[in-house]
Nanobody, 131 residues
Framework: EVQLVESGGGLVQAGGSLRLSCAAS????????IGWFRQAPGKAREGVAC????????YYADSVKGRFTISSDNAKNTVYLQMDSLKPEDTAAYYC????????????????????????WGQGTQVTVSS
């Protein structure tokens, strides 16, 4: 069974940093697209960053580009989200998600930041940024 477990969330002041981890089991990262998403109360879930594990290419939402970095360790089946220069607007529950590469729009020239294109999701980890 595919399982994703997020960790690393917490409370941090504006300008601080956090690193989120997503540990996966039940599949190999080698042919997957892995994404980080977030959802704040009363708002829709939005894509933050994603990575294609076959070639390592990464993609970011405009709101986090230059501040967040997604990376993966395929041998450990773990994906990370390094978050720097955090802002109060980054406060949300953060989720990792995975989709088979060939089922992802990314493979066909689309994006990997659309929540409804992912099949498997973790339970989330809360990130709170105080002003």
């Amino acid at each position: 069974e595919v399982q994703l477990v997020e960790s690393g969330g917490g409370l941090v002041q504006a300008g601080g940093s956090l690193r989120l981890s997503c540990a996966a089991s039940g599949f190999a990262f080698g042919d997957r697209v892995i994404g980080w998403f977030r959802q704040a109360p009363g708002k829709a879930r939005e894509g933050v960053a994603c990575i294609s594990s076959d070639n390592g290419r990464t993609y970011y939402a405009d709101s986090v580009k230059g501040r967040f970095t997604i990376s993966s360790d395929n041998a450990k089946n773990t994906v990370y989200l390094q978050m720097d220069s955090l802002k109060p607007e980054d406060t949300a529950a953060y989720y990792c998600a995975v989709e088979q590469l060939y089922y992802s729009p990314l493979y066909y020239g689309g994006s990997c930041l659309t929540p409804y294109e992912y099949s498997y999701w973790g339970q989330g980890t809360q990130v709170t940024v105080s002003s």
